[in-house]
């Protein structure tokens, strides 16, 4: 387990290794609403032995904290570029990579809903020190669990279909629990503040788990990373943050189970998001390599 740090990167970074240099990234054509399985239909295996591909959203995005934008590579040298997101689009394709791999994603939901129904019996209990513990465990189990999903969340975008024992593994965690700390008292202070201020706050840091597990960054880098992401593009996205809650209550109210597809779906959703305006990362190639 490593314990952060921002990855080095002068703009020149090459993430998959000291080979002659990156492969030709030509624009692909089209927009970021088109299939993103190019030469298949939406039905069919989005993980095919070419590799993830995307069509093209436009520019590159580099946030300060992390160095300039890695190279547009996707698995087996696919091409996926960055940009602008739709946020239809994006719950569409969110929809596609939970319907072609849906077993690991309802079991970690319906381990997170097992776990967290246990914590909070322990945090209604009567005895004051008891509850405390169970506040306590509430913590580590909502910082494990959110950890374990974006791991699988990343895997699965980046076109590793990943296993439901591949979510079971923690990465940079001490700078985790650090960031989510941080972002915690700073979305109950804005939240003190009339409470718009909070939601706010909750916005423009909601990648910061995304980039301290993706990019292996500090808790100060990462939440400056996520607002500086977030704020290229947060109309769409704040849309996009609008249709993941409308589905989240849709599947509370589908007698509760429908949230075992809709928390995966709201998830995808908002890591598509995340790979398009960020870009790609060397972490699930790492993260597959047994590295």
Known sequence: MTTGGTPPGDGSHNPYGDSSGPPDWNQQPGGYGQDPYPGQGYGQDPYPGQGYEQPGY???YSAPGYGAAYPQQGVSGGVMATGPISAPDAVSTAWQLFKNNPLPWVLITLALG????????????????????????????????????????????????PEIGDFFKLHNFGWFVVAGIIVSIAVA???????????????????????????NMTATDAIRSSFNAIKTDGGNLFLLAVLNVLITIA??????????????????????AYRAITGPSDFSQVATSGV
Do not use: C
């Open 189 to 215: 202070i804005g939240t003190i503040l009339l409470i718009i201020p909070g939601l706010v706050v909750g916005f423009f840091t909601y990648w910061t788990f995304n980039f301290v597990v993706d990019r």
């Open 114 to 161: 097992v776990a967290s129904f246990l914590v909070s019996m322990i945090s209604n209990s009567d005895s004051s020190g008891v509850a405390t513990l169970g506040t306590i465990l509430t913590l580590i189990v909502s910082f494990v669990f959110q950890a374990f999903i974006i791991r699988g969340a990343l895997l699965e975008v980046d076109g590793h279909k």
């Open 58 to 60: 436009g520019h590159q």
């Open 251 to 272: 599947g509370f109210f589908a007698l509760v189970v429908g949230l075992l597809v809709a928390l995966p779906i709201a998830t995808l959703a908002s890591m598509v």
